[in-house]
């Protein structure tokens, strides 16, 4: 397909409930949920689709009423750790999907157990993630076929129900939290399925995932990275960011750049961010950044217990009025914080 990449800022999620009506057009939202995974799709029919709901109930509600979503026609939970399925009962209950998709394998936890009690109780169409096509209206999905056998290494991560998303000539995979065995099995088996526009990056950016042969066989322009800032993993790893830096695939994260859109007639996409919208004019932010810059060289959030160097990527995440500011590397360890594990301050 053609591909052209535009770079659109957007302050507040609410921004995005705008482009919800513009007719023709797939909408993709990679959902900052923290250390977890969430996704939405709108189609141009207006069919929903709902891929894992991430580690908060609270927070997943609140961005499907900010994005003004009124049914949900398909639910998808990748597999069954509470950082992909957190809130799925309220949300079964709510929006009453018309069918459900999960890998089949069970987990023996509270989360999961008010999940499938919710399916019952809702009386939702539950299928079991093996091969099959789904098509809601002009959009496709391939769920595409489990490992034979199921992995026994990592085994609900390796498992996790993989999705291909097709608009006319746009292409979308989710990954779940698959890592290398899967990764290798599926290359072997479905090679073909797996080339397209967009991936949503195997397990947060893990190192356990994202091999050099199956990065290259997906072969994406895009590479969109579902992880929580500073996140007790260290996800993604350099490890990871690496490949995809060197075969040239643009990243997006949503530790750096909040929701993530992605919008496509079919043809052309962009791409618009949640956090990457300048707060003040460029004359005055370039100001402000060189004055602070040449007289404190550290920087924290008032809600975290980590500090940076100015300069590193996590310290342009911090809104004004939680920034603080540090002069020396002392003044921020004696604050109670601790260095970055990114920049190492």
């Known amino acids: 397909m053609k ?32 250390q977890g995974d969430a996704s939405i799709i709108t189609s141009p029919t ?7 709901s991430g580690p908060s109930k609270n927070l997943i509600l609140e961005h499907l009423d900010n994005l003004k979503i009124g049914h949900i026609d398909l639910v998808i939970a990748s597999h069954a750790h509470a950082d992909h399925i957190t809130g799925m009962d309220e949300i079964i209950a709510k929006y009453q999907p018309r069918a459900f998709v999960d890998p089949g394998i069970a987990h023996t936890t509270k989360t999961y157990e ?30 595409l076929p489990p490992a034979e056998p199921l992995i026994s290494q ?22 779940g939290d698959i890592e290398k065995e899967r990764e ?59 490949l995809y830096y060197n075969l040239d695939i643009d990243i997006y994260r949503t530790d750096q750049h909040g929701t ?6 079919g043809s052309d996409y962009t791409i618009q961010t949640e956090t990457d919208a300048p707060r003040a004019p460029p004359v005055k932010i370039e100001e402000t950044k060189k004055d602070v810059s040449s007289e404190y060289k550290y920087a924290a959030s008032k ?24 002069k020396t590397r002392e003044e921020a360890i004696a604050s109670g914080r601790r260095p970055c594990k990114r920049c190492n301050p």
């Open 154 to 175: 990592s085994e609900l991560n390796n498992n996790s129900t993989v999705v291909r998303l097709d608009y006319k000539n746009f292409s979308c995979l989710y990954t």
């Open 46 to 52: 207006g069919k929903v689709v709902l891929i894992d």
């Open 303 to 326: 809600k975290s217990k980590v500090f940076h160097y100015i300069d590193c990527s996590s310290v342009k995440n911090i809104s004004p009025e939680n920034l603080i500011l540090f």
């Open 184 to 242: 290798r099995e599926l290359c072997s088996r479905v090679d073909s399925l797996l080339d397209v526009d967009i991936l949503k990056v195997p397990h947060h950016g893990s190192s356990s995932s994202s091999t050099p042969t199956f990065i290259k066989t997906v072969n994406p322009d895009i590479a969109i990275i579902s992880c929580g800032e500073e996140n007790s993993y260290d996800h993604p790893h350099d490890e990871a960011l690496a």
């Open 260 to 265: 993530i859109l992605v919008q496509t007639d």
């Open 3 to 34: 591909k052209s990449f535009f770079l659109f800022a957007i302050v507040l999620l609410t921004c995005f409930t705008l482009i919800l009506p513009i007719h023709a057009k797939l909408n993709i939202y990679f959902l900052d949920v923290g």
């Open 114 to 143: 008010r999940m499938i009690n919710a399916l019952i109780e809702n009386d939702v169409n539950y299928y079991e993630g093996t091969s099959r096509k789904i098509t809601l209206g002009n959009i496709e999905l391939t769920i």
